[in-house]
């Protein structure tokens, strides 16, 4: 004969295995059917039933966006998963080279932590949607549901959750796959699923190893760049937000779009690729940037040609057709329409993006400004705090050159290395017009052959230099000419009315004494 307690456990455990295999029974019922029976089945057991059930939903919040928490879950089930569930769903990542392995709708899976156990299932909800008066559609929901006896609920939200999360978004950060983002031209879309980003894989080869540039100044970086990335304690302690700002210059083909790309691929980024002529004003920068996931490169190229934004400076050409605009209503008019298009993004609007609106987000965003001409910018926007750090990439230097040379030609040492160095150092060359020149344009010609190539292409930037530099101080020498013959011109010029003028006066005085 069973005692009153035993009976009490027995219940219990059938209620529990049953809650357990109720995912798994799911499947054999119509959608709306079970969703009934799930709820008598809560209410009636609600009282009893000694275990805790936290459902994380797939899509969530007002503007149904995929729940962060989700992602993360699945990325940590998948290697529990992978080991121990029985229906599984193969996700291709990384280029389609490698397989991610999570549990099917339906199938569960027990975890362990800290002698404890859970179980995870994961699951599918049916939920109406009504597209009109007359039709609805139904939708699929997924859904993780983690359960766990209601002794353990302290350890479970205390540190068990974010143990959960945190090993997710680790397991995310090894297997994803990084993307180029890029913003869409202005939609003023209000549909849920409408985006302002669109994306390709970003699959950018270039990285540290690649990149010509003076060694220690490359070393410094990437430290300063691993120093930001482990730094979440540091900011949070400093009350400062998690972001950084880098400031890349120097002439065309120094290499600034390929710091970008060896950045995100030595931090595993994503990159955003802010094409501020298509923003239309602040506001819509401003979701642009909210709508930017964590761990990203916000980059703003050529930010000198992007926008007015250094100083309201106006170009010649803008000044005329201002003034011809004023003169000419109608012409005024006929640019109305265009004008409209043009972006409104102020100085002020970017300003306060870098400064205010990352202050509230959560997770590291790194910003990258480029420009050809440092000096065309307004101080304010590249203060430090706002660009933390100003990146010179410079001519392509002989440290430079030998890691271009190993690269691209597979060669440490030659003896026409020493010629290429003193050229070097007598020349400007880019590192994209050293590299142009090293790269074999055919099977026959071998690592000499480019080398000389090379050398022949540093000869005559050398002679182009100097010519350049002769035509120059000819043309100082003429204009210098010029200005001292035209002061000499006004001063004769001076000489001869003063001249002038003292004889009219030495007229004026004889003819009225000879009257
Ligand atoms: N420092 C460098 N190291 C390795 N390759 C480089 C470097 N600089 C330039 N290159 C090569 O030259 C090409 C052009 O470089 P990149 O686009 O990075 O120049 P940039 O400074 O961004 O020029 P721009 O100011 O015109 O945008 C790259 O594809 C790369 O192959
Ligand atoms: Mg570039």
């Known amino acids: 004969m069973m005692t009153a307690f035993e009976m009490w456990s027995y219940l219990c455990s059938v209620m529990a295995g049953l809650m357990l295999a109720w995912p798994m029974l799911k499947r054999y019922f119509p959608p709306q059917l079970s969703m009934q029976l799930e709820a008598y089945a809560l209410k009636a057991v609600g009282q009893v039933y000694p275990y805790v059930r936290i459902k994380f939903p797939e899509i969530a919040g007002q503007r149904l966006e995929r729940c962060e928490a989700y992602t993360a879950i699945q990325n940590y089930l998948s290697a529990s998963a992978s080991a121990k569930a029985k229906w599984l769903k193969a996700e291709s990542i990384k280029d389609s080279r490698s397989l991610v392995l999570s549990m099917d709708e339906n199938d569960q899976v027990v975890d362990e932590f800290e002698g404890v156990k859970l179980w995870w299932s994961a699951g599918l909800d049916f939920s109406q949607r009504s597209l009109s008066p007359w039709s609805q559609s139904s939708e699929e929901r997924r859904f993780y549901k983690l359960s766990f006896h209601r002794s353990h609920r302290d350890l479970v939200m205390g540190s068990y959750i974010e143990h959960v999360l945190e ?48 060694p220690n100044k490359k070393t410094e970086i990437m430290s300063d760049l691993l120093k930001f990335q482990q730094g979440k304690e540091y900011y949070e302690r400093i009350g400062k ?13 120094t290499g600034k779009s390929t710091m970008i790309a060896a950045m995100a691929n030595f931090l595993n980024y994503d990159v955003y690729d802010v094409e501020l002529t298509t923003v239309k004003d602040n ?5 642009l940037l909210i709508d930017t996931s964590e761990k990203a490169i916000v980059v703003i190229e050529d930010i000198d040609c992007s926008l007015d934004l250094t100083g309201q400076r106006k170009t010649k050409k803008q000044e005329k057709e201002d003034d011809e605009e004023k003169a000419d209503p109608i012409k005024k008019m006929l640019k109305g329409g265009e004008e409209s298009k043009e972006s409104k993004v102020t100085l002020s609007g970017l300003l306060n993006f870098i400064d ?21 910018l307004d101080p304010a926007l590249i ?12 001519y392509c230097g002989f440290e430079s050159f030998k890691l271009l040379a190993r690269n691209y030609l597979g060669v440490e040492s030659h003896p026409l290395f020493e010629r290429v160095r003193r050229l070097l150092e007598e020349t400007e060359m880019t590192p994209a017009d050293v590299a142009e020149n090293l790269m074999p344009k055919s099977d026959d010609e071998d690592e000499e052959a480019c080398l000389e190539g090379l050398i022949k292409a540093l000869e005559k930037a050398k002679e182009d230099a100097r010519k350049k530099s002769e035509e120059e101080e000819e043309e100082e020498k003429a204009a210098a000419a010029e200005a001292e013959a035209t002061a000499a011109r006004a001063i004769a010029e001076e000489e001869g009315q003063r001249t002038l003028s003292e004889g009219e006066q030495e007229n004026g005085r004889t003819g009225s004494a000879s009257c």
Not at 241 to 253: H, I, Q, T, V
Not at 360 to 374: D, K, L, Q, S, Y
């Open 167 to 214: 090993k997710g978004k680790a397991v995310a950060a090894d297997n994803r796959q990084l993307k180029l983002f890029t913003n869409n031209p202005g939609s003023d879309s209000h549909y849920h699923k409408a985006t302002k980003w669109s994306y390709t894989a970003f699959k950018h080869p270039a990285t540290f190893d690649t990149l010509a540039m003076e």
């Open 241 to 253: 937000a998690w972001k950084r700002g880098y400031l890349l210059y120097g002439p065309p083909g």
């Open 283 to 287: 506001s819509e920068m401003r979701k």
């Open 356 to 376: 205010g609106l990352w202050s509230a987000c959560r997770g590291e965003r790194i910003i990258v400004f480029t420009t050809n001409f440092i000096e065309k």
């Open 383 to 394: 203060r430090r705090g706002r660009m933390d750090k100003h990146i010179k990439m410079s």
